[in-house]
């Protein structure tokens, strides 16, 4: 699915910081090589992680749901010197390729890469979290909000992709399937969660930004 028209989306690349070379080579190699790489957070979205990143400045990152590597690399930018980033994927598989761009990006001994399942792994990481990103299986994102929110810190962020869903959470409630349902829930869970600030951005398939107050 365009999120976009091809001109509006052609004129914001224009005007937007371009996309480091690393990035770009595994943009390529993931449309390339990966199936559904759709999944990919890409240019736009990319940049905005980064630049999210750079804004709350976190020392602990979590990611869950690595895919090819490409959004932890783009929330590494913002870390503070020392920083980490703890990313977590079920599919072992992509672990070859998302080593080596990590190598590439010279970020080994900044992005831990954890393979297994995301609900298991995340009681075992020490210490607080600065930053959550949220972008692995759908039905599992309230699962996942409640899993760390006690470890992210007062004015932390949890941030969830794809709570717009290419669109099917406005369709009549007899057509949706459980993808759609469980990120629908997210979004009402989440704004109805008097711990957090909450606002839903309309970018590319939907970012719901929460902070801890």
Not at 14 to 37: C, D, G, Q, Y
Not at 165 to 187: R, V
Request: with cysteine.
């Amino acid at each position: 699915m365009d999120f976009l028209p091809e001109e509006i989306e052609n004129y914001i690349i224009k005007n937007t910081e371009e996309e480091p070379a690393v990035l770009k080579e595994l943009n390529h190699e993931t449309w390339e090589k990966v199936l559904i790489p759709r999944m990919l957070s890409g240019h736009i979205q990319g940049r905005v992680l980064s630049m999210l990143s750079h804004m709350i400045q976190p020392t602990t990152i979590l990611e869950i749901g690595t895919y090819t590597g490409y959004s932890a690399i783009c929330l590494a930018e913002g870390l503070q010197e020392g920083g980490k980033v703890h990313t977590i994927d079920i599919n072992e598989e992509l672990e070859v390729m998302v080593s080596t761009y990590i190598e590439k990006a010279h970020l080994t001994n900044t992005i831990i890469n954890h393979i297994g399942n995301a609900m298991e792994i995340i009681p075992t990481l020490p210490g607080t979290l600065d930053l959550v990103f949220i972008d692995a299986d759908k039905t599992n994102y309230s699962n996942y909000f409640d899993l760390v929110f006690d470890k992210v810190k007062t004015g932390g962020y949890i941030i969830a992709d794809n709570v717009l869903w290419s669109g099917k959470i406005i369709e009549p409630s007899e057509n949706l399937d459980a993808d759609t349902l469980s990120l629908i829930a997210y979004s009402e869970k989440i704004n109805n969660d008097d711990r957090v600030q909450n606002v839903l951005f309309p970018i590319r398939d939907g970012l719901m930004i929460a902070r801890k107050k």
